[in-house]
């Protein structure tokens, strides 16, 4: 009830909280469309081949 009442009490806060939800939308799904394409989804057809090309590219990089 501490916390519940406190969040309710809130004037400034409550506007603080949504830009704060809004901001990790947009950084989380938006971005992520844009900028952070699945390229193995995009290279390779299926699982296997998938996990063979990390395979490569962590031994690889040692």
């Excluded at 916390?3 to 938006?30: A, S």
Aim: glycine share 6%.
């Amino acid at each position: 009830m501490f916390y519940y009442e406190g969040f309710r009490g809130m004037t400034v806060g409550k506007q603080l909280w949504l830009i704060i939800l809004i901001k990790l939308f947009v950084l989380f799904f938006i971005l992520r469309l844009f900028f952070f394409p699945n390229f193995l989804k995009s290279k390779f057809d299926n699982d296997q081949d998938r996990g063979n090309y990390v395979r490569e590219q962590l031994i690889r990089r040692k």
